[in-house]
Structures are given as structure tokens and as C-alpha cells.
């Protein structure tokens, strides 16, 4: 029997398995993917950007993680010889109505404690010169990083402290007992005292196959990149963002520097007909019933039906791609720009129609649900890992010490 265990191979959960070693050196740990390898879907497919948190509310979990977890990230990235870039990041108001928005970011930077400047068209012009602006807030702290590299270098580090990772194993029911849990999977059950769902994708149908019935349902959707040709990756210096539109809970197309030189060009967000549908053909029954039939998915739709028109309008159209990113560059053509990845982001939405804004850790039995931990998780996973941590219930922790399994490091 297992002290902790943990369903999802992503940065997530292999963040929380790491920050169980430390605190517990001398439990049973295994963590457990259904996939054939690590950091598949949303860790593998995102953008690699390391956020400063700029965008979230004032004391929330996302604001207070993505810059602790910033900080945090680049000195694993450091110690680990994994690759990253602090290449900055400017957010580019580009139409007059734009001013007042990129104003209010400016001050939710400053109450977040980041370190930023606002730049007017002349500033922004001797750093960016391809990048058309009437003024553009410049962020230090953002870059890019290898996340794939680190959720590896978390495995590393599990098994090196005597935990597990097994690889190709799904769940597919869940009992939990008084004391402990049965997991069932295709390769067999596992047992556990305690276990942490970081599924991701998936991490709503894991809870509910414990009996929690959460109100909130995930929805996935999908974000398409181009990329531009070689020729062209000059024409971008840093991370380039438009200013968000605050009645779309999206942050809109954008450029970035990939770690290996590429600039990507992107995501829009499109409703995904498969939960892990990144493709425009892709489509599973279930999944795109369970959303069709949710009615916190058209609460939420309805209002934002214009925008979302345009997101699949720039799915299918590269103009219409192309012209949303020559507001930032005009001199952009669209000979300049190929498809590349898609990636999908579980989004959770709540049977009111709202998004949930926030990082959202919901408590079991003998067990602990990660049920939001779309972007900055990735920026934010060691702290989002020792915050998971931090709440595993006393009497587990009591439970599980007192079988002499092992001892709490202070």
C-alpha cells in the first residue's frame, strides 16, 4: 500500500509528487499517467511562457503563484541546466479605447509587487521597431522555459528520492474506504491512504468518481498556432501581447519566442469537440455531449457568442488569423506565417455560466482534487505542489506516521 498517490503526469502533479518527497522522505509515493509518457497534454502543448502574473486578481492563488512560482521556476531551471529565456514581455495597446485598459493592467501589475514601467510609442518603438503601439507596458520578469524539461527533472527527482512514476496506467474507479483508497486501473489496483487528483483534463470525471460532485464542469478548449517562416523571426525580440479584452476570458493572439528560436503566433480558443481534440477533426461522443447537454456551458456561451464567432472564424480562416496578428505587426504577410501545434486548456465552468478565475483544490474523503490549473500552473507549479501538500488533512499525515512508514521533515 501506497502513503500517496497521485493520478496525472503533468508539471502538476509531478510537482506535487516532488514536494511529497521532501516533506516526507520516507513515504510510499507513486505517481500514475495513463499516457505512454510524461507532460502529454496541456504541460506538453502550452506556450512555454513563464508568467509574472501581471493579469489575476490581487491575492488570489494565480497572482500570488505565478510570481512566487516565477522566481521559483527560473532557479529550478538553473540548478537543473534546463533551458529558459527571461526575454521580457511587452503588452501593446494598439487603439485609443485601449489606453484606459492597458492603464488599469498597469496598476494590478504594481498591486501583484512586479517590477514593471509603462513605455509610450517612441520607448516601445527602440525595442520593438516592427511592433505598431501607442504605448505598451513592459514586464521583465516573463520568459520562456522548457516545461517539459522540468516536469522530467520532477520525475527524476521522485524516483531518486524512492518514489515511483508508472506510465501507461488509467483509472477507472475509485473507492475510498475509512482509512485508505482502492484505485482499479487497466494494469491492476492500487492502494493507497491518501490520494491527489491532477488529471488535468480529466480531473472533474476522477472526482466525481469518488462521489464528489463538484459544481463545475470541465470544458475544453482548443488554442491553434502558427508559426512564423525563419525569415521572418527577427521581426519579434520579445513576448508580445495585445491588451486583453475584459468581456473575453481569453488574453487574445500574441507572439512568442520559443526556447529553440521558433516564434509562434497565437493561441485563439475554440470550444474542442474531444477533451483532448487537437485537431479541428477530432471529436468524441461523450465529450462534446457532456458539454452540449451542461447548461453552464451555454450560460457562459451566450454572452460571449461574438467573440467566440470570431475565435472559429480565425480557426478556419488564415486572414482572419493573420489580421488579428497585424494589429501587433502590420508589415506581416501571409506567406509569412504556417501552421504549427494546438494545444487543448481544461477550462472549468461553474453551473452559473462563470469561469472559475482561480485555482480551485477541493478536499475528499482520503483524497485532494486539482480541479482548475489552467495557465500560469505551469509558471506557478512548485508553489501550486507544496500548496497541495501543505493541505493533506493532519489526520493523514498522523495516520500514515503513526503505521512508522515515515516521518514528517520540518
Same mark, same amino acid.
Given at each position: ?56 486578481? @490581487?491575492? #488570489? ?34 487603439? &485609443? ?30 525595442? !520593438? ?29 521522485? !524516483? ?83 491588451? @486583453?479584452? @475584459? ?33 479541428? &477533426? ?6 462534446? *455531449? ?60 461553474? #453551473?452559473?455560466?462563470? *469561469? ?10 482520503? #483524497? ?5 490549473? @489552467? ?36
Amino acid at each position: 500500500m501506497y502513503d500517496f498517490l497521485i493520478i496525472g503526469g503533468g508539471i502538476v502533479g509531478l510537482s506535487t509528487g516532488m514536494a511529497l518527497t521532501k516533506k516526507f522522505p520516507h513515504a510510499k509515493i507513486a505517481v500514475i499517467e495513463k499516457e505512454d509518457e510524461l507532460a502529454h497534454h496541456q504541460t506538453g502543448h502550452n506556450s512555454g511562457v513563464i508568467h509574472s502574473g501581471i493579469y489575476y486578481k @490581487p491575492g #488570489s492563488y494565480k497572482a500570488k503563484f505565478a510570481k512566487e512560482g516565477n522566481a521559483a521556476m527560473v532557479e529550478f531551471c538553473k540548478e537543473n541546466g534546463i533551458a529558459y529565456d527571461m526575454c521580457g514581455k511587452v503588452i501593446v495597446a494598439t487603439e &485609443k479605447e485601449e489606453i484606459p485598459l492597458l492603464h488599469n493592467l498597469y496598476e494590478r501589475g504594481l498591486q501583484n509587487g512586479l517590477r514593471i514601467s509603462k513605455i509610450d510609442k517612441g520607448e516601445l518603438a527602440e525595442i !520593438e521597431p516592427h511592433v505598431k503601439g501607442l504605448g505598451a507596458i513592459r514586464v521583465p520578469s516573463c520568459g520562456i522555459a522548457d516545461y517539459k524539461g522540468v516536469s522530467h527533472a520532477f520525475a527524476r527527482f521522485i !524516483e531518486e528520492s524512492g518514489g515511483e512514476v508508472h506510465l501507461g496506467i488509467k483509472a477507472e474507479q475509485i473507492f475510498e474506504h475509512k482509512d485508505f483508497v482502492t484505485i482499479e486501473t487497466n494494469k491492476g489496483a492500487f492502494e493507497t491512504k491518501f490520494f491527489i487528483n491532477c488529471a488535468g483534463l480529466h480531473s472533474d470525471r476522477i472526482a466525481k468518481k469518488t462521489g464528489i460532485l463538484t459544481d463545475m464542469k470541465i470544458v475544453p478548449f482548443r488554442g491553434e498556432y502558427y508559426e512564423l517562416v525563419p525569415e521572418k523571426r527577427h521581426l519579434v525580440k520579445h513576448l508580445i501581447y495585445p491588451v @486583453p479584452n @475584459p468581456d473575453f476570458p481569453f488574453l487574445g493572439v500574441h507572439f512568442t519566442r520559443m526556447i529553440n528560436g521558433d516564434v509562434h503566433a497565437g493561441p485563439n480558443a475554440v470550444l474542442s469537440f474531444k477533451r483532448e481534440g487537437y485537431t479541428k &477533426k477530432d471529436f468524441n461522443i461523450k465529450d462534446f *455531449m457532456e458539454t452540449m447537454t451542461y447548461a453552464g456551458f451555454w450560460k457562459m456561451a451566450m454572452p460571449n457568442m461574438k467573440e467566440g464567432m470570431k475565435e472559429m472564424i480565425r480557426s478556419f480562416s488564415k486572414q482572419s488569423f493573420l489580421k488579428s496578428l497585424q494589429r501587433l505587426i502590420p508589415e506581416l504577410t501571409e506567406k509569412d506565417i504556417v501552421p504549427t501545434h494546438a494545444g487543448v486548456r481544461a477550462q472549468a465552468i461553474l #453551473s452559473n455560466g462563470n *469561469m472559475v478565475d482561480d485555482f480551485c483544490i477541493i478536499p475528499g474523503i482520503n #483524497s485532494m482534487h486539482i480541479c482548475n490549473a @489552467p495557465s500560469p500552473a505551469a509558471t506557478a507549479s512548485l508553489k501550486i505542489g507544496e500548496e497541495i501538500v501543505g493541505k493533506v488533512p493532519d489526520v493523514v499525515v498522523d495516520r500514515v506516521s503513526t503505521d512508522g512508514m515515515f516521518r514528517v521533515k520540518a
